[in-house]
């Protein structure tokens, strides 16, 4: 029969252009959120991270945008590249003691044409 | 950033071998390990998080006796997957935390036969 599975976003774009990802997490007990970007047959990648008592945080070409409100993340590659295809997840943690136990989002596959 | 090795990167087996990936934390020392499942163009689940010299906590749904989880020091973690079976293939990546921030490693393809 059919196997049924996941299927992930997909974000297409010219190098050069800005890229925007979109997240929406669960838990409104979750104080720190990162993105991560995975390339093929590799691990997650640490992108920029924010925690909770802020709404926006900038890095290198990135900048990621919390809104608590409505449980919503977001991750803004500027001057995008051939190099940032990947894919991209959000991951949250619940706090508490746990840390560094992630629920990461359905994640995003981002291609870069030249 | 402090770096997590995984090994192997990859691995066959046949089906009812069981298969040890090791986890190591080689510039910190991570208190917490926490151990994920990829499959296929899905995103990472946890499976287990394990505390130094304590026992794993499973997350619902992982059986604790397919997959064994040993944390014996502060720079090492193993999972073992015992009686593999093909549906087991998967990619697995462990992450270290020694507190404030976690650390992932690269990763093991596993494909069972």
């Known amino acids: 029969g059919e196997s049924v599975g996941l299927h992930l976003p997909t974000l297409s774009v010219q190098e050069g252009d800005n890229s925007i990802i979109n997240c929406a997490y669960s838990n409104s007990a979750s104080d720190y959120f990162i993105w991560y970007k995975q390339e093929s047959g590799k691990g997650p990648q640490f992108i920029i991270d924010i925690r909770s008592n802020m709404d926006k945080r900038q890095g290198q070409r990135v900048t990621v945008l919390l809104n608590k409100t409505v449980k919503h993340l977001s991750l803004q590659i500027a001057a995008t590249q051939p190099g940032d295809s990947a894919v991209y997840f959000c991951?949250?943690?619940?706090?508490?003691?746990?840390?560094?136990?992630?629920?990461f989002g359905q994640g995003t596959i981002l291609t870069v044409h030249p | 950033g402090a770096v997590v090795s995984q090994h192997p990167s990859w691995v066959i087996c046949k089906s009812g071998t069981s298969v040890k990936i090791e986890c190591r934390s080689l510039d910190f020392q991570a208190t917490t390990m926490f151990w994920y499942r990829q499959f296929p163009k899905q995103s990472l689940m946890l499976m287990a998080t394990s505390n130094e010299g304590s026992k794993a906590t499973y997350e619902q749904g992982v059986e604790k006796d397919k997959f064994l989880i040993n944390h014996a020091s502060l720079t090492l973690s193993t999972l073992t997957v015992t009686s593999a079976h093909p549906e087991d293939s998967s990619f697995y990546i462990c992450s270290g935390s020694g507190g404030t921030e976690a650390f992932f490693g690269q990763g093991t393809r596993l494909t069972v036969v």
């Open positions: 991951a949250e943690n619940a706090g508490g003691t746990s840390y560094g136990k992630l629920t």
